[in-house]
T-cell receptor
Framework: EAGVTQFPSHSVIEKGQTVTLRCDPISGHDNLYWYRRVMGKEIKFLLHFVKESKQDESGMPNNRFLAERTGGTYSTLKVQPAELEDSGVYFC?????????FGPGTRLTVL | GIQVEQSPPDLILQEGANSTLRCNFSDSVNNLQWFHQNPWGQLINLFYIPSGTKQNGRLSATTVATERYSLLYISSSQTTDSGVYFCASNTGNQFYFGTGTSLTVIP
């Protein structure tokens, strides 16, 4: 069974540009989460989907971040326009019940 | 939200040594997971352990939910154990992570 996959693995963009990150959860997992780790600090929750609905988006830092999960399958996280402080590693996780399974992360660098 | 504290923040071990990593959490939780972030940045599930003890090879974990802490034991450490170890807990669906323990195992 395939695990959680994320694309791209790395992205380097300039301040002001737009970047879209993609996450494909484990097949059959209704719950999908986005987290990020910036500046070597702790990993912080961004938001949680149940199928295609946003269950909790309390961790989204500001309106430059937009997450979608079309059809309850894969999810995208768009950052527009990107700022320097958005640099970090963005993780996606999925779960069916208690255990969350994490993807390899996307390392985002904003120059 | 839940406060999660990990100790020690950094640890250097000689290959073959044993170690114990600690995770304290501030409130009752219904989930507790340990992860290993390898040098490539991937987060690998180690244990789902809201209570009790589990063992997997050279690794074992114990959570004492009533006292709000969890321990991760690494025995006979190997260089491939290097990386950052995170614990995370939640009450609902949102995970709260500790700041991690950075482990370096030297040959």
């Amino acid at each position: 069974e395939a695990g959680v996959t994320q694309f791209p693995s790395h992205s380097v963009i300039e301040k002001g540009q737009t970047v879209t990150l993609r996450c494909d959860p484990i097949s059959g997992h209704d719950n999908l989460y986005w987290y990020r780790r910036v500046m070597g600090k702790e990993i912080k929750f961004l938001l949680h989907f149940v199928k295609e609905s946003k269950q909790d988006e309390s961790g989204m830092p500001n309106n430059r971040f937009l997450a979608e999960r079309t059809g309850g399958t894969y999810s995208t996280l768009k950052v527009q326009p990107a700022e320097l402080e958005d640099s970090g590693v963005y993780f996606c996780a999925s779960s069916q019940r208690n255990t969350q399974y994490f993807g390899p992360g996307t390392r985002l660098t904003v120059l | 939200g839940i406060q999660v504290e990990q100790s020690p923040p950094d640890l250097i071990l000689q290959e073959g040594a044993n170690s114990t990593l600690r995770c304290n959490f501030s409130d009752s939780v219904n989930n507790l997971q340990w992860f290993h972030q390898n040098p490539w940045g991937q987060l690998i599930n180690l244990f789902y352990i809201p209570s009790g003890t589990k063992q997997n090879g050279r690794l074992s974990a114990t959570t004492v939910a009533t006292e709000r802490y969890s321990l991760l034991y690494i025995s006979s450490s190997q260089t491939t154990d290097s990386g950052v170890y995170f614990c995370a807990s939640n009450t609902g669906n949102q995970f709260y992570f500790g700041t991690g323990t950075s482990l370096t195992v030297i040959p």
